[in-house]
């Protein structure tokens, strides 16, 4: 009797796990079915957005074609010539050339470098103080004139060989050439004239001296007008009738010239000025030739 029990217990355990067995199968195929089922929904839903898209960009592709093709098709417009910058103008320059105030002080503040640098004419001309005065007003006019000019020329951006500009400096020269030869007469105008084509050469000059006395080694005024002389003697332009600039000096040659005017000490501190001016133009002429 117990060992029948056993066998019907055994029974029921070995259905009961048939049961689940069965019962666990059919939920995982059902389970799988579903997953199944929703991938391929998935599947369907992706494949209709990505033709939805491919449509998307063909249509995008017609409508850009299409674009490019009409604007292919348009009159392309003549560029408008390119404007030149402007030349920069800065606030002090600005101010210089707009304030009169500002003019005031410069003509006062370059006024002794003016009498400096037509002191030997006027000893050459034999003027008094009073002609020298009277000089050195109708050269402060010119240089008021020269500023005037020189705003113009900024503000309206007008180039030097503009027609109006040109006419305005021969207005401006012969103002100052008439009242000169009032003051002066004929041959000290032509006096005049020569002088100031070694202007530049006497201002170096000037500041020469002051660079000299600074350091302990200052000229004399025999020692400044023969430099001078040297300068103007190395300028193959003022040679030719035009005006000696630190641009057109032989520098070498204007070396050899100080050399026999100067003290050593002052040599130094000459020709480190003067290297500098000839290195300036070398560095200038090799820019031109490329």
């Known amino acids: 009797m117990r060992s029948k029990i056993i066998s019907v217990v ?20 059902t389970e799988a079915e579903h997953a199944a089922t929703e991938a391929e929904k998935r599947r369907v839903t ?4 990505v033709r939805q898209a491919e449509q998307k960009l063909a249509a995008t592709a017609a409508e850009r074609a299409q674009a490019q093709a009409a604007l292919a098709a348009r009159p392309k417009p003549v560029a408008a010539p390119a404007r030149p910058a402007p030349a920069p103008m800065t606030a002090l320059r600005n101010a210089l050339l707009n304030d009169p105030q500002l003019q005031n002080l410069r003509l006062a503040a370059v006024r002794p ?59 401006m020269a012969d103002e100052f050439r008439a009242a000169q030869t009032a003051l002066l007469g004929a041959e000290g105008w032509r006096q005049l004239e020569a002088y100031e ?24 005024r025999a020692q400044a007008d023969a430099l001078a002389v040297a ?12 005006t000696v600039t630190t641009e057109n000096i032989d520098w070498d040659k204007a070396l050899v010239g100080a050399a026999a005017t100067l003290s050593a000490e002052q040599m ?7 290297l500098q001016f000839r290195n300036i133009s070398r560095i200038r002429e090799l820019a031109e030739r490329k």
């Open 10 to 29: 055994f029974a029921v355990a070995v259905l009961v796990g048939a049961v689940r067995f069965v019962l666990k199968q059919h939920t995982a195929r």
């Open 46 to 49: 992706l494949e209709a957005e």
């Open 113 to 171: 470098k003016l009498r400096a640098s037509y002191l030997p004419l006027f000893e050459q001309l034999g003027l008094t103080e009073a002609q020298a005065a009277q000089f050195l007003a109708i050269a402060e006019k010119r240089g008021e004139q020269e500023m005037d000019l020189a705003a113009v020329m900024e503000t309206r951006r007008l180039p030097a060989g503009d027609p109006e500009i040109v006419t305005l400096k021969r207005q």
């Open 197 to 220: 084509r070694s202007i530049p050469a006497r201002e170096f000059v000037n500041e020469f001296a002051g660079a000299a006395t600074v350091v302990g080694t200052g000229i004399t």
């Open 231 to 242: 300068l103007t003697g190395a300028s193959p332009a003022h040679a030719q009738g035009g």
């Open 268 to 274: 130094a501190v000459f020709r480190n000025a003067a």
